[in-house]
């Protein structure tokens, strides 16, 4: 299919078919330009990137499972550049089309994969989360889309950001689709069903009213699907507090992952991203100590709130996506907020499946459900349910 | 003639006659992409500075100077992205070539302006100072190279980066025809020779012992034409800490200056020259207080050490170009000692003039002259003396 969402990186579309007889058959899918596929160079979404790092020779982990289990690679996708980007404008490569509000941005970092998958192109595609690079543009495109428990989805050949906080995860449309890809990329069929529901009350009171009265009916869905509902505060120190945790230790490693490069390379990079770098490469060790023992305090709330057979709600992002092109005072106060309901992730290492299903002035938003770690299967379970029950 | 040694900025060479029978009729001369030629973007050494800013509807002041006396524009020059580089490395446009010592950088922000000229590709160049883009290139290409007077050349239609400190200036390879040019540019004839020559010993002891070696016949040189020599220290506060006065006050400036276009457009640019801007964005306002005041302490010394009839000579730069590609971490002690020996020059707003004619294992290596405010032509006439009596 012709790239109608400039979802694709430049240059020819590389395209690999999957192995004959696999589960996933017949399903075609995209990689966004963080994995590896061997003999084609990962552009990282930086024009000076390849130029520095060899032409892997081995596919991606995700790449090489998916190929395996018989998908078909169809490309390439955009990211925001070496991930460092939560909108999915790329200085280098463009802003891909989020066809389901042609004004607004796809989201990102994980934008082409989510464009292409949203506009038809494919049936599922990789992206990595670090600090909400799948959450977000599945919220924004009104795609399935799931950030797995940190740890458990192998990340060789992924190109790194911030080790202790990086996933990899996926997009579908609908959630067999999902559930297919799922299973593959988990090794592990949805499993049962929770029986509790927490409502995230500071989560939702964060979101524009707007959001929240448009999650609702989701809310009451997937409530008579669980059962039991209570409504609890998830970040009791605050939902800002654990963002600035997160925006403190995910830059430093950041830094630490780039600075070989770009104190070797000095590469060509959009300003923004600079400027986000540099926060992690001087952040004072004082503030540094503290989030980690945030960490640790937001690792402990999730246990506690999340036992066996629980899982929790939210808005994944507190607004449906802005519109293409604002500048840089206004984006500031955008990133921060959709910081605010996505850095439990990259804090704590549950998983999280952000659920279509909801608009606000015909533009998506999505339903995060959050769960104990390791309990991927069961979310995955939740969200053939909320189709089944649509 | 082509452009063999990547001095020009890509695309068709922009080409205007000179006004027919002027003082500088016969010479060809090139203008470094901070300057306005009217019809033609200023690209400012970034791919993304003329998309923000709109074509220039007039020429530049001291473009129409040169053509109403005669010069020929041959074309526009690489610079540093917006004059933020003291090497001549272009992370697009790539690096001029030093003729004098090819596998050495040019030295910048006026790189192609000091390469062209150097490879003869036209008779004198169009550069800006503000930390040392002309002194420095000068030095490294063994040309002649005038940093005038803060304010004396007007400025109209030249990329600003520091207000405070910025200048406009130019190169030649021969005295006479950089007398003739200056005469044109300054208003005025080269003036009495000066009388009283301070050998900077601080300076010198600064620069590496074989640039301070190779500089020597020229200062014995110097002070036979000047008569009267002594040595004393320039900054007894330290070169160091008035180079920390004016790396603490430029990049303010620059920040100002660059701000509303940056978070407007987020535009691509070369890593280092976004972790510079920085560095003013965040300068703390006690830093900047102080920085005032040691500037206003040098302008002091400056008028003590210089009085009318009297000027000083140091080496331009502590060591000839330095080799290509050199990665980060080296780098910045080369940028910061190239810092030590030019930051008078924004501080003080004093003239300053380097002079070719010394080399070390090959490459050139200038010394300079400066002298009290206003007394460009005197500096003219030495260098004119420099020659005759070489």
């Known amino acids: 299919m012709d790239d109608v969402v400039n979802a694709f990186v430049p240059g020819p579309r590389v395209r690999i078919p999957g192995r004959a007889g696999g ?19 990962t552009g990282g979404g930086n024009h000076d990137w390849a130029k520095f790092n060899p032409v892997p020779e081995r596919h991606g982990w995700a790449v090489q499972t998916l ?43 994980s934008s082409g994969s989510a464009a292409a998958v949203a506009a038809g192109i494919c049936d599922t595609a990789l992206g990595t ?81 707007e959001v929240a009265e448009a999650l609702k009916p989701m809310v009451e ?21 654990w963002a600035r945790a997160q925006r403190t230790l995910q830059p430093v490693e950041a830094w630490a992952t780039f600075q070989p490069w770009v104190e070797s390379a000095n590469p060509r990079m959009a300003f923004s991203v600079v400027a986000a770098l540099l926060t992690g490469a001087q952040m004072p060790a004082a503030d540094r100590a503290w989030a980690a023992m945030m960490r640790l305090e937001a690792r402990g709330r999730l246990r506690h709130l999340l036992p066996p057979g629980t899982i929790l709600c939210l808005p994944t992002t507190p607004f449906p ?6 500048s840089s005072p206004v984006l500031q106060v955008v ?29 998506p938003v999505g339903l995060s459900i959050i769960g104990g770690r390791g309990t991927d299967a069961a979310l995955i379970a939740v969200a053939q349910a909320m189709e089944a029950a649509a």
């Open 129 to 209: 989360d670090t600090g909400g690079s799948v959450r977000v543009p599945a919220s924004f495109c009104g795609l399935y889309g799931i950030r797995p428990t940190h740890g458990r989805v192998d990340t060789t050949g992924m190109l790194p950001q911030a080790p202790s906080s990086d996933t990899t995860g996926w997009f579908a449309r609908d959630a067999q689709t999902f559930a297919k890809v799922s299973t593959v990329m988990l090794g592990e069929a949805p499993g049962a069903l929770p029986t509790r529901l927490i409502v995230a009350v500071d989560a939702f009171g964060f979101a524009d009213p």
């Open 67 to 109: 190929l395996d289990a018989g998908a078909e690679l169809v490309g390439k996708t955009i990211t925001d550049e070496v991930s460092l980007g939560i909108l999915g404008e790329n200085a280098f490569d463009g802003t891909p089309t989020n066809t389901a509000a042609p004004d607004r941005v796809p989201g990102g970092s």
């Open 23 to 41: 589960p996933l058959s017949g399903l075609s899918f995209a990689a966004k330009d963080l994995f590896d596929v061997a003999g084609v160079p």
């Open 321 to 326: 996506a802005p519109l293409r092109g604002l």
């Open 335 to 363: 990133k921060d907020r959709i910081s605010c309901l996505c850095a439990q992730g990259g804090l704590t290492g549950s998983p999280q499946v952000s659920l279509p299903g909801a608009t606000v002035n015909g533009a």
């Open 221 to 241: 869905r997937l409530g008579r699907i669980v059962g039991d509902v209570r409504e609890e505060i998830m970040a009791p120190q605050g939902l800002s507090v």
